[in-house]
């Protein structure tokens, strides 16, 4: 899986690391079972601070898409827990409905682009 990292994004290094595994494992690049590069590794493949790397694996272990081991490192292990990752997505459409609905988009573009979306993970 290729990494990168844009320096000139307002978004955290740390979160575009984050995300892009998270993408990572919805296309099935990565699988169930799969280990990522060791912190060191990853943060010298990217070229970032290894605490960088290591906040990124500590929030993707935090949200049930990780496990840490001392044996085999970083490894994809998903934890199924439905209900709270629904809450948790509630929260954040929230804040992006309103901010579509600020700016006058449709309910039938949301669902377009929902649908359009979706589709790039089946």
């Not at 998903?78 to 209900?83: R, V």
Request: aromatic share 4%; charged share 25%.
């Amino acid at each position: 899986m290729l990494i990168t990292v844009d320096f000139n994004s307002e978004e955290a290094i740390y979160m575009q690391l984050r995300n892009q595994i998270i993408m990572g494992i919805a296309t099935s690049v990565i699988r169930e079972g799969d280990s990522l590069p060791s912190v060191r590794q990853l943060a010298d493949t990217v070229g970032v601070n290894m605490h960088t790397v290591n906040k990124a694996y500590t929030v993707l272990k935090q949200e049930g898409f990780i496990q840490l081991d001392r044996r085999h490192g970083a490894v994809i292990a998903l934890d199924a827990d439905k209900l709270q990752a629904l809450e948790e997505m509630r929260g954040q459409l929230q804040i992006v409905l309103a901010k579509a609905h600020c700016k006058e988009i449709t309910r039938e573009e949301v669902h377009e682009l929902v649908d359009e979306i979706f589709d790039n993970y089946e």
